[in-house]
């Protein structure tokens, strides 16, 4: 398991606050972690400090998309660089930007396809920024395309996961307990049922056919490490 980047210093953990803070001191640690040993390592750094990015594996190689680099609000600008690591020879490389910047990004591999979800937008009025980007990416081709994606609803981009089932794009709404799968042929998203609850900044993962949502904060003061429910599509 790779860890990739993140902020150094006093830089709130909370993404609320996070996205605010002034200056964002980004790094390009890179450590594997060995499940057998229970050991962390470090590997090769990535080419540019990221924090607030998304990492993700496709091709047996290590992927990290979007972020801020280092420095201060106005100076850091979000990255459209995008990076791969490949363990077998340690590492990194660059390819094909991203077609535009992409906040709060939620990123899964179905097969040799990356897809990517995100915002437009960084901060809003309300701080509730609307999933209203959605990417494609070839990684044999080395090619990004944009999709138009029929929703059906308004999804909040900080509170849904992506997760691959069986090759299968889903994406898990944190705040109405549902999960959604991709049909990429139509572009139109269907409903798949519904989980039972799940905190803020709960993640999710797919093993085999089945999506775990785990973790989360239902308040700054209640914070849980549980596994709340499993899903089988």
């Not at 972020?67 to 979000?78: I, M, N, V």
């Not at 040799?112 to 937008?121: K, R, T």
């Amino acid at each position: 398991m790779f860890i990739t980047g993140g902020c150094r210093g006093n830089c709130c953990r909370a993404i609320r606050l996070h996205v605010a803070e002034p200056f964002h001191n980004a790094t390009d640690e890179v450590w594997c972690f060995c499940p057998v040993t229970l050991t962390c390592t470090p590997a090769p750094a990535m080419l540019k400090p990221r924090t607030m990015h998304t990492t993700v594996t496709c091709l047996d190689r290590v992927y990290v998309i979007g972020g801020r680099t280092k420095g201060s609000r106005g100076e850091a600008p979000s990255l459209l660089e995008v990076e791969y690591y490949n363990p077998l020879n340690q590492s990194w490389s660059s390819v094909s930007q991203l077609p535009n910047a992409i906040f709060f990004p939620e990123a899964s591999a179905c097969g040799s396809v990356i897809y990517m979800l995100g915002s437009e937008v960084e901060i809003t009025d309300s701080f509730n920024p609307s999933l209203d980007c959605f990417f494609r990416y070839d990684a044999q081709q080395d090619q990004w395309s944009r999709l138009v994606a029929e929703f059906g609803q308004f999804f909040h981009a900080t509170l849904v996961k992506a997760v691959s089932i069986n090759n299968t794009l889903h994406l898990c709404d944190l705040s109405t307990y549902k999960i959604y799968s991709f049909c990429p042929e139509t572009c139109v998203w269907k409903g798949e049922g519904s989980f039972e609850c799940a905190g803020f900044n709960a993640g999710a993962v797919g093993i085999r056919d089945r999506i775990y949502i785990l973790g989360g904060d239902y308040s700054p003061d209640e914070i849980t490490d549980e596994v709340q429910v499993n899903f089988n599509p």
